[in-house]
């Protein structure tokens, strides 16, 4: 094991190198143009570059051959990589997950949650284990259900626990964590009267607030998801929407009077629209309903968005300062969905934008594509 403590100057160079190795095991960075690299990124001073890397050398952190000067000559420079001590938790569940029978990529699926093992003993881990295998072959049947009912009920009577586990990890491991909920799924709804023209499924609480209260009510339903418990993230409004449909079941919680009595019954109406954000975690949430509601329709809600995704003062980029940055684009698998994903490649429009005057308007209209 390496213990010479290297000066900071030194320290940065090797850093820079073992950067520069990337993942690549062998620690081989290319020689050629690395001193005008190092002048130009650590320090402009070829001397102390040269005197640095010989250093390095002579203490076993770099590999090279170099002339009399201390000029690199061999092809590659390779970066011997620090060894660091694995866990002892780490080994433990290493060797839980070898006496599994699991096949490799499992295992190496599977190996990350040591992390959050580290007061586990081996009797607890084969225990998880059990618990994660039986989740994955019955999770069919668990679709909808609350996730801290799921994690009670499979791993280790704990409802915590499926959410101290790496949720990559678990995806890897065939566990599909999206299927359930993250609690009881809560439904507002509001509008329509005795005999609602339509039925519109709203991303966001802030819009179904605001066309609850326009006069659009009057003749059509508004529905959207109520709270996440301790949650605070803005995107699982539309999640728990999308989960509580292909649950088929929700509480509903009236807003006003109306006619329905059950979630289900109000997903029978045959006119349903769905309005969301004009980005595509939207557009996503909007296909995950419309496979479980084959006649769902795209709002007429979303004209006035499209506009305003035309113009740069009223459109945003997926950044994390609005809570975008993990939207990736993604492969459509409905016609309407990837024309309105066209509008939103690049920009994204919020609903709140859509004023009262548009609402009053567009409710209870399909939108449509000239």
């Known amino acids: 094991m390496l213990v010479v403590a290297m000066p900071k100057y030194e320290d940065r160079i090797y850093q820079w190198f073992l950067k520069r190795s990337g993942k690549n095991e062998s620690g081989k960075v290319r020689a050629s143009g690395v001193m005008g690299k190092l002048c130009a990124e650590i320090a402009n001073d070829p001397i102390a570059i040269r005197r640095a890397l010989l250093n390095l050398q002579s203490q076993g952190h770099l590999v090279f051959s170099a002339d009399p000067r201390g000029e690199p000559i061999s092809p590659f420079i390779t970066a011997i990589r620090p060894v660091t001590d694995t866990p002892v938790h780490a080994n433990r569940w290493q060797t839980v997950l070898e006496d599994s029978g699991l096949p490799e990529n499992s295992m190496a699926a599977l190996y990350p949650l040591y992390n959050a093992m580290e007061d586990f003993n081996t009797e607890h881990m084969e225990i998880l284990l059990a618990g994660l295998r039986k989740l994955r072959d019955e999770q069919h049947l668990l679709t909808g259900q609350p996730s801290y009912v799921v994690s009670a009920t499979y791993l280790m009577g704990s409802s915590k626990l499926l959410f101290a586990l790496d949720a990559k990890s678990l995806r890897l491991f065939g566990i599909d964590i999206d299927k359930f909920t993250a609690r009881t799924p809560y439904m507002m709804v509001g509008g329509g009267g005795k005999a609602p023209q339509s039925v519109i499924l709203v991303e966001n609480p802030i819009a179904f607030e605001v066309a609850v209260q326009s006069i659009a009510s009057i003749r059509h339903t508004f529905v959207c998801t109520f709270g996440f418990g301790l949650s605070n993230a803005q995107s699982e409004y539309g999640n728990q929407l999308a989960g509580a449909v292909e649950a088929g079941r929700a509480i509903l919680l009236r807003r006003t009077e109306g006619p329905y009595t059950s979630f289900e019954q109000l997903l029978q109406h045959p006119e349903i629209h769905f309005w969301g954000d004009l980005d ?49 684009p993604f492969k459509p698998t409905r016609e309407d969905t990837e024309t309105l994903l066209k509008y939103c490649g690049h920009w994204a429009v919020d609903q709140e934008i859509v004023c009262d005057d548009d609402i009053k308007i567009l409710s209870g209209v399909a939108l449509e594509f000239k």
């Open 280 to 328: 595509t975690a939207g557009l996503q949430i909007f296909e995950r309903i419309a496979a479980r509601i084959p006649h769902l329709k795209l709002s007429a809600l979303y004209k006035p968005m499209i506009k305003a995704a035309t113009n740069p003062m009223c459109c945003h980029p997926y950044v994390m300062a609005v809570g975008k940055a993990g939207q990736k």
